[in-house]
């Protein structure tokens, strides 16, 4: 806060008997009132100057007070009021024998000044107040001067006025405190009726949520124990179907056979079918066995660190006779010479059964499997000119039992794909498909370097 240069004081007065506090109170309720503080704030300044005014009555015997209006850095105007001891503060500090006094202003304390120490208190003037400029201020030095302090007996009265006021203040607050703890009362009521119907709700729903956990643990249990039946009952019926149909094959095999009586043309012809059938069937129940393994569990990892060249060209080897069509080409890469850990059996099954779609599917064009290492992955892909596949039937291809429309023809089972996946999650890897219709498909297997 800051003073402009050379400024004079509004009004100056001495304290030096008991009869100049009521003074000093009346005159600083009438600066107050001058400088435009609002009625509150004038019966504040005049009760805070009265109370200090008593405190260095009774320990410096005495003071001298003066009225000043200052400009703070922010623009702001204060009223300050300075009160200079006849006799030195002890230690040079004050303390006001009332501690609410100095919740009444904005500031209140001993500060130095020069040689002396001076009591200084101030309040803010409203921003709403007449703008105190010096021309201003000088009229309000000559108001000031010219008016005569009352009588003990006039402050006193104005006192008592003041404190009717407050009392009245006071009852009229007391008045809406009293409607507002009814109002919260009444709502607190509400309150508790509101919790107590949202506690009974939460309860029934949390009643319900347990019943509902217990429905479905115990469907998840059926579901467990029907998973279990049909991979028991798909394990049981393949391995009894697998004897009798592989006795089929060998009983047309014979009948085929040279060695044998001789078959007409047509006979010849029902034993190819025959035998064809019964190869189909065979490898139906190959699928429904190693599925049912895969389902239940039964498949044991044999991890080892795996070259990739040699799978590739086993891969190359016993799949060039199943690419019968001259319009498709097989092309296996070679791969990068490095290793990964896994299970070499399983994963020439799960290449195998993608490269054997592949071609089966391709009419024109080729099928090709590469590989290529992704940081710590390795992508294996098998991708042919095939029709494609939309991409609604993305996820329902690994479905078991089914076939894309206009799959059928060719022939299968709609079990190699299912298989295929499981094997690689079994690996700890992921079988993804990339396809449109019209431009062929890839199958992306990936598999961490380290294995599962």
């Known amino acids: 806060m800051s003073t402009a240069p050379g400024r004079r004081p509004l009004l100056q007065m001495p304290l030096r008997v008991e009869h100049d506090i009521f003074v000093v109170?009346?005159?600083?309720?009438?600066?107050?009132?001058?400088?435009?503080?609002?009625?509150?704030?004038?019966?504040?300044?005049?009760?805070?100057?009265s109370e200090v005014a008593r405190d260095l009555l009774g320990v410096t015997g005495g003071a001298d007070v003066t009225f000043h209006v200052d400009e703070a850095p922010d623009g702001r105007q204060h009223l300050r009021v300075d009160l200079v001891p006849v006799r030195p503060l002890p230690h040079d500090r004050y303390e006001p024998q009332s501690a609410a006094v100095v919740r009444l202003m904005d500031s209140l304390g001993a500060i130095g000044a020069g040689r002396d120490t001076v009591v200084r208190?101030?309040?803010?003037?409203?921003?709403?107040?007449?703008?105190l400029t010096p021309a201003r201020l000088e009229e309000l030095r000559a108001e000031l001067v010219q008016s005569a302090?009352?009588?003990?007996?006039?402050?006193?009265?104005?006192?008592n006025q003041q404190l009717i006021a407050a009392l009245d203040e006071v009852r009229q607050q007391r008045d809406e405190l009293a409607v507002l703890n009814e109002e919260l009362q009444e709502t607190n009521r509400g309150v508790l009726a509101l919790y107590g119907q949202l506690s009974e709700e939460l309860e029934a729903t949390?009643?319900?949520?347990?019943?509902?956990?217990?429905?479905?643990?115990?469907?998840?249990a059926q579901l467990r124990a029907a998973s279990e039946s049909k991979s028991?009952?798909?394990?049981?019926v393949s391995h009894e179907l697998r004897a009798p149909v592989t006795a089929i094959i060998g009983l047309g095999r014979l009948l085929a056979d040279s060695a044998s009586d001789p078959l007409t043309g047509e006979q010849s012809q029902q034993v190819e079918l025959i035998r064809s059938s019964a190869t189909d069937l065979l490898t139906l129940v190959?699928?429904?066995l190693d599925l049912a393994k895969a389902e239940s569990g039964r498949i044991e990892l044999n991890v080892a660190e795996v070259d990739l060249r040699p799978v590739f060209g086993q891969l190359r080897g016993t799949l060039r006779a199943v690419a019968t069509r001259p319009e498709v080409k097989l092309v296996v890469e070679e791969p990068p010479a490095a290793t990964l850990r896994t299970d070499e059996v399983l994963l020439g099954q799960v290449l195998r059964n993608l490269l054997h779609n592949g071609l089966k599917f391709t009419e024109r064009g080729e099928v090709r499997l590469r590989a290529l290492r992704r940081d710590d992955h390795w992508a294996l892909t098998v991708t042919d000119t095939g029709p494609g596949i939309a991409p609604e039937l993305h996820e329902r291809i690994f479905e078991e039992f089914y076939q894309a429309p206009g799959t059928t023809r060719v022939g299968g089972t709609g079990l190699g794909l299912p298989y295929a996946r499981r094997?690689?999650?079994?690996?700890?890897?992921?079988?993804?498909?990339?396809s449109e219709p019209g431009r062929g498909s890839t199958f992306t297997v990936t598999l961490p370097v380290g294995g599962a």
């Open 25 to 49: 109170r009346q005159r600083g309720r009438e600066v107050a009132a001058a400088v435009g503080l609002e009625h509150q704030d004038q019966v504040r300044v005049a009760t805070a100057l």
């Open 121 to 131: 208190m101030s309040r803010r003037v409203p921003v709403t107040a007449q703008a």
């Open 149 to 159: 302090p009352g009588s003990a007996l006039d402050e006193l009265a104005a006192q």
């Open 206 to 220: 949390n009643r319900g949520v347990v019943a509902l956990y217990a429905e479905l643990d115990e469907k998840s």
């Open 232 to 236: 028991r009952f798909l394990a049981n």
């Open 286 to 288: 190959n699928e429904l």
């Open 423 to 434: 094997l690689v999650t079994l690996l700890g890897g992921t079988l993804e498909l990339t």
